[in-house]
């Protein structure tokens, strides 16, 4: 069984870092392409950033380019967010989900396995 489990959220002042973690059991990560998404109260939930098997190739939304990376470490079977200069705006949900086909995807139902999501909150 599948299972995907965030961490690593909190509340940070505005300018501020936080590291997301998300451990896969049950699932190689090295098999699926890796995503995290956002969501606000209020906001559909949106692809924040992405990367694919191979780790190769990296989507981010123009919203965090320059200010959030994903990374994934296969002997750990974890991807990481690395936020940094955080926004009140990057407030949100933010889930990990996995994908059993090739490549990312930025609709949500494009993806299999969905963590139970971590707070993140950014104050002014």
């Known amino acids: 069984q599948v299972h995907l489990v965030e961490s690593g959220g909190g509340l940070v002042q505005a300018g501020g870092s936080l590291r997301l973690s998300c451990a896969a059991s049950g699932m190689p990560l090295s098999s699926y392409a890796m995503g995290w998404f956002r969501q606000a109260p209020g906001k559909e939930r949106e692809l924040v950033t992405a990367?694919?098997?191979?780790?190769?190739?990296?989507y981010y939304a123009d919203s965090v380019k320059g200010r959030f990376t994903i990374s994934a470490d296969n002997a750990k079977n974890t991807v990481y967010l690395q936020m940094n200069s955080l926004k009140p705006e990057d407030t949100a949900v933010y889930y990990c989900?996995?994908?059993?086909?090739?490549?990312?995807?930025?609709?949500?139902?494009?993806?299999?396995?969905w963590g139970q999501g971590t707070q993140v909150t950014v104050s002014s």
């Open positions: 990367i694919s098997q191979s780790g190769g190739n990296t």
């Open positions: 989900a996995a994908r059993g086909g090739i490549g990312w995807v930025l609709i949500p139902s494009g993806y299999t396995y």
